[in-house]
C-alpha cells in the first residue's frame, strides 16, 4: 500500500524558508518519479515540482521557479522541497505524489499534505 507522509510545513515569514520532507513507503521509491503539488486556500490543486526517478530531469512551475528546489534520496525513501524566499502566495497544503514518467495527474496517489503558511 502506497503511503507518503509529508513533514516541515509550518508558519513563515514572508522571505524566509522551509523544507519539506515526504517519507514514502509500500512500492519500490527508486522506481519511480516524484512531484509535489499544492491546494492554497480556496483554489484547486497546482502542480510546484517535478522530478524523475533518478533525479536527472527536474521541472518547476514558473511561479517558484529560482525559489523552490526539488530533490529526492532514493536511499531513504524521502522526497524533499527547499523553499526560499517564500511569499503570501506560496501559502497552501503541500502535497507530496506518486508520478508517472511525463508528469504528475490528480489521479496519482498522494500524502496528507502539510501546511504552509506565509504571513508577516
Known amino acids: 500500500q502506497v503511503q507518503l507522509v509529508e513533514s516541515g510545513g509550518g508558519l513563515v515569514r514572508p522571505g524566509g524558508s522551509l523544507r519539506l520532507s515526504c517519507e514514502a513507503s509500500?512500492?519500490?521509491?527508486?522506481?519511480?518519479?516524484m512531484s509535489w503539488v499544492r491546494q492554497p486556500p480556496g483554489k484547486g490543486l497546482e502542480r510546484v515540482s517535478f522530478?524523475?526517478?533518478?533525479?536527472?530531469?527536474?521541472t518547476t512551475a514558473e511561479s517558484v521557479q529560482g525559489r523552490f528546489i526539488i530533490t529526492r534520496d532514493n536511499s531513504k525513501n524521502t522526497l524533499y522541497l527547499q523553499m526560499n524566499r517564500l511569499k503570501p502566495e506560496d501559502t497552501a497544503v503541500y502535497y507530496c505524489?506518486?508520478?508517472?514518467?511525463?508528469?504528475?495527474?490528480?489521479?496519482?496517489?498522494r500524502g496528507q499534505g502539510t501546511q504552509v503558511i506565509v504571513s508577516s
Open positions: 509500500g512500492f519500490p521509491f527508486e522506481l519511480y518519479a
Open positions: 522530478i524523475s526517478r533518478g533525479g536527472a530531469t527536474r
Open positions: 505524489a506518486r508520478s508517472g514518467e511525463f508528469g504528475w495527474s490528480p489521479e496519482d496517489p
